[in-house]
């Protein structure tokens, strides 16, 4: 990916108020990939007995960042829209740690982008929730 | 024979009430996103007012996804939990005053979620309905919808399985 799209893709995803909101940031970002970090917070917590986060702000977090990748790919020229966003959760994310959400484009048509993605904390080799999901493509001009 | 009187109507009132409340105030999620739920009778409705931060696309400007998402996921999770608690809350076997002091009930735990997104978001405010399609023992799958100005013209739709807490004793 060029350096300009890199940029405006970064900027795009600052930008986003509700990403904002979640304090998400944008750690890497190149042609079809994209990871986004989201500290742990207590207003994001869905257990207050265990202090664990709530899945829906893991599902905002699993979407910019499949978005991200799906509007990085070569082949995608301008913004996205999900269509549909699958979620599997394997584990509650660790109380106090960040979460990272790693997003690949692995296939793109004329139309669909389609993205695969995992959430980890500190301990990668378990994931925290898996993704997949389909994006819209902008028609070409 | 004698028959039980019924409950006053305020009495019966106050009690689902204050579990409902008990039940979305004890999650700052829920709180964060500002969702907040109307009853009638057992059926919820939720709402979630339009605010700023909802935003995912500013140039449109649409709703982020993960804040539809999230919203369908906390609809369904109040939902089913909701079902779960119906009898007790009636029989009065549950005390709202304890859940309010914050004994929570155990929730259900998300196994998978989908959303489908049919149309944009709106900056405005959003409602949602979930239905419980099965609730076993161990797991229950719950479809949610949602909508904005139409309710024949919803926005968005999830189905989600998940894992009912344990209930010992």
Known sequence: MGLDKTKIAEQFIEAI??????GMELTEI?????????DYDDRFVGDPETGVIHGGAVSALMDTCCGAAAMSHPDNPGATATIDLRI???RPATPGQRIRA???CYHITRSVAFVRARAIDDDPDRPVATATGTFTVEAAQ | MTRRQPDPVQVVKQR???????LVHGVPYIQFLGIGFDRRGDELTALMPFDEKLI???LLPALHGGATA????????????????WDEIESGALDPEALAGGQMPRLPKTIGFTVDYLRSGLPRDAYARAHVARSGRRYASVHVEAWQDNRARP???ATGHFLMPRRDG
Do not use: C, K
Request: charged share 15%.
């Open chain 1, 17 to 22: 108020p509700h990403s904002q909101a979640l």
């Open chain 1, 30 to 38: 190149g042609e079809g990939i994209a990871e986004i970090a989201m």
């Open chain 1, 88 to 90: 599997d959760y394997m």
């Open chain 1, 102 to 104: 790693q997003a690949e």
């Open chain 2, 16 to 22: 689902r009430d204050a579990a409902l409340n008990a």
């Open chain 2, 56 to 58: 995912g696309n500013p």
């Open chain 2, 70 to 85: 999230a919203f369908l996921e906390v609809t369904a999770i109040i939902g089913l939990s909701w079902s779960i608690l």
């Open chain 2, 155 to 157: 926005f968005a739709q």
